[in-house]
Nanobody, 118 residues
């Protein structure tokens, strides 16, 4: 079992920045990748960014050059999402997903709200 906790959401003006953090605990030795998803007003949960255990990253086209996913200070069981130049369309609940090495098992955090508004 893996427990996933996100933090760092909030209200920010357009053009501003926020940093989200995700910490996994439990059976973290079997983590394959960690990712951020978001669910906006349209209610679909879409991939924002993912980082593999080897450090490779992938981003959604809508956030490239604005968002950066990276390992947190605690190593491979933590991940941060630095969000710069935020836009109103980035408003969503952001979820951290932990994918295990079997490629099928995944754990989700409870989500953290990000609101971009003037």
């Amino acid at each position: 079992q893996v427990q996933v906790v996100e933090s760092g959401g909030g209200l920010v003006q357009p053009g501003g920045s926020l940093r989200l953090s995700c910490a996994a605990s439990g059976s973290v030795f079997s983590i394959l990748a960690m990712a951020w998803y978001r669910r906006g007003p349209e209610k679909t949960r879409d991939l924002v960014a993912i980082i593999s255990s080897g450090g490779g990253t992938t981003y959604a086209d809508s956030v490239k050059d604005r968002f950066t996913i990276s390992r947190g200070n605690a190593g491979k069981s933590t991940v941060d999402l630095q969000m710069n130049n935020l836009k109103p369309e980035d408003t969503a609940v952001y979820y951290c997903k932990v994918l295990m090495r079997d490629g099928r098992t995944a754990y989700w955090g409870q989500g953290t709200q990000v609101t971009v508004s003037s």
